[in-house]
């Protein structure tokens, strides 16, 4: 069996998307939300047919989402948020550097 496979590193993989500073922090910003909107449903203890059940979204949908397979509307991501008692925010990229 031949094992002459070829990997590259992350590190590689990123290099070679070249991607803005602008991009990379619209993509980590995505990922923060996800995160945020991920910890608010269990901090709320619902699972994702529980959320889908108060929200009318699809939890087939809500999965989506949390795997950041589908990037929400800002409308979809308050339904999602308002029941759990969570909102959006807007603040200086400043403050999302700290």
Known sequence: MNDDKTYITWKEV??????????????????????????ARKKNKLTQRELSKKTGIKQSAIARIEKCANSPQINTLMKLLYPMGYTLKVVPIEDTKK
Do not use: D
Request: charge should be negative.
């Open 14 to 39: 990123e290099e070679s998307l070249h991607l803005t500073e602008e991009q990379e922090l619209a993509i980590r910003l995505q990922t923060q939300i996800m995160e945020a909107t991920i910890e």
